[in-house]
């Protein structure tokens, strides 16, 4: 690995990214808004920038983990304010496909490449290095920038989406497949409360019949536990949801269940759950028609 690394947002999803590529190309530069999440970094004996400008004046190839359009736009712009040429910005930020494609132009006009390439499978897939990668580039390009060999840290499964913004347009759908399922298992477990069925058995027959969906399992020690340390946090889930209606809207898409999960979020962030785990709408739900 010869190319300078910078990597900016050390969350939830990004800290264990950031850590794979520290592990396996030795060095890298880091950067963190709360400047506390930079600390165990430094300690692993990684360098710790003070600002987005200093990444983008150190590092030739640089990720980007950020929460949200406003964030990703701000730094990128920083970067491309203080970078130079031949740069390469991958970002796997969840933002809308036409922030992507803006960023992008805006890059190509000073020669720095920008792609997306959002990920999922969470903390857990970040740690093991097993995400799935949604590319917003052909694999030709892709492998062309000769990004493989970085991103094999991250992610296991790629899935080239070909154009800017294409990666974010499939991340989008697929959140909302996800979380609206979520909301659906909500009230599923809310009608089993109804109807005097455990927890236990709720989850037993339902994940070995036709009910099941991936989220359902994925969430089950956490709901059953109480436990509502964020993998993914409710306001990201809105985040997401809102700009999946956005692109419904843009596109004049009818999407009904959209809607009605994204209420269901909402009401979880009224409770006070917006900074916990997105299976808190499981809570909500079920203390919302609780009797
Ligand atoms: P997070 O809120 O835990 O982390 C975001 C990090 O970015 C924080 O450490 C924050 O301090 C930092 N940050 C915010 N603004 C900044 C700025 N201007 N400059 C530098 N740092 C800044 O969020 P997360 O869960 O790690 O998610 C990050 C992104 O990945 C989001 O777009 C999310 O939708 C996406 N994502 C998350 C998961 C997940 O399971 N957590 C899965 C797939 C995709």
Same mark, same amino acid.
Do not use: W
């Given at each position: 690995m010869s190319k300078n690394i910078g990597f900016i947002g050390l969350g939830n999803i990004g800290a264990p990214m950031a850590e794979n590529l520290r592990k396996k190309a030795g060095g890298i530069l880091v950067y963190n808004r709360s400047q506390e999440k930079c600390a165990p970094f430094a300690e692993r004996g990684a360098a710790v920038a003070a600002s987005v400008a200093e990444v983008a004046e150190k590092?030739? $190839?640089?990720?980007?983990?950020?929460?949200?359009p406003a964030q990703a736009d701000g730094v990128v712009r920083t970067l491309l304010a203080h970078g130079k040429a031949r740069q390469i910005i991958v970002d796997t930020s969840t933002v809308s496909?036409? $922030?992507?494609?803006?960023?992008?132009?805006?890059?190509a006009e000073k020669g720095i490449t920008y792609l997306d390439m959002p990920v999922s499978g969470g903390p857990a897939g970040a740690a093991n290095g097993k995400l799935s990668l949604m590319v917003g580039a052909g694999e030709e390009e892709f492998l062309s920038l000769g990004l493989k060999e970085y991103t094999d840290t991250i992610g296991n499964k790629y899935f080239f989406m070909k154009t800017r913004g294409g990666g974010n347009a499939i991340k989008l759908i697929n959140n909302f497949m996800a979380f609206a399922a979520q909301a659906v298992n909500g009230e599923a477990a809310a009608m089993a409360d109804a109807l005097g069925i455990s927890m236990d058995d709720f989850y037993e027959v339902t994940m070995n019949s036709s009910g099941n969906n991936m989220i359902l399992g994925a969430k089950m020690q956490k709901v059953k536990s109480g436990d509502l340390k964020p993998g993914f946090a409710t306001d990201l889930v809105v985040k997401d949801l809102e700009l999946a209606r956005q692109l419904c809207q843009d596109a004049a898409i009818p999407n009904f269940t959209l809607n009605t999960a994204l209420q269901l979020y909402r009401l979880a962030q009224t409770k006070g759950h917006g900074k916990d785990d997105s299976s808190s709408v499981i809570a909500t739900i079920r203390e919302a028609y609780g009797r």
């Amino acid at each position: 690995m010869s190319k300078n690394i910078g990597f900016i947002g050390l969350g939830n999803i990004g800290a264990p990214m950031a850590e794979n590529l520290r592990k396996k190309a030795g060095g890298i530069l880091v950067y963190n808004r709360s400047q506390e999440k930079c600390a165990p970094f430094a300690e692993r004996g990684a360098a710790v920038a003070a600002s987005v400008a200093e990444v983008a004046e150190k590092s030739e $190839l640089i990720f980007l983990s950020l929460p949200g359009p406003a964030q990703a736009d701000g730094v990128v712009r920083t970067l491309l304010a203080h970078g130079k040429a031949r740069q390469i910005i991958v970002d796997t930020s969840t933002v809308s496909p036409k $922030l992507n494609r803006d960023l992008a132009a805006a890059a190509a006009e000073k020669g720095i490449t920008y792609l997306d390439m959002p990920v999922s499978g969470g903390p857990a897939g970040a740690a093991n290095g097993k995400l799935s990668l949604m590319v917003g580039a052909g694999e030709e390009e892709f492998l062309s920038l000769g990004l493989k060999e970085y991103t094999d840290t991250i992610g296991n499964k790629y899935f080239f989406m070909k154009t800017r913004g294409g990666g974010n347009a499939i991340k989008l759908i697929n959140n909302f497949m996800a979380f609206a399922a979520q909301a659906v298992n909500g009230e599923a477990a809310a009608m089993a409360d109804a109807l005097g069925i455990s927890m236990d058995d709720f989850y037993e027959v339902t994940m070995n019949s036709s009910g099941n969906n991936m989220i359902l399992g994925a969430k089950m020690q956490k709901v059953k536990s109480g436990d509502l340390k964020p993998g993914f946090a409710t306001d990201l889930v809105v985040k997401d949801l809102e700009l999946a209606r956005q692109l419904c809207q843009d596109a004049a898409i009818p999407n009904f269940t959209l809607n009605t999960a994204l209420q269901l979020y909402r009401l979880a962030q009224t409770k006070g759950h917006g900074k916990d785990d997105s299976s808190s709408v499981i809570a909500t739900i079920r203390e919302a028609y609780g009797r």
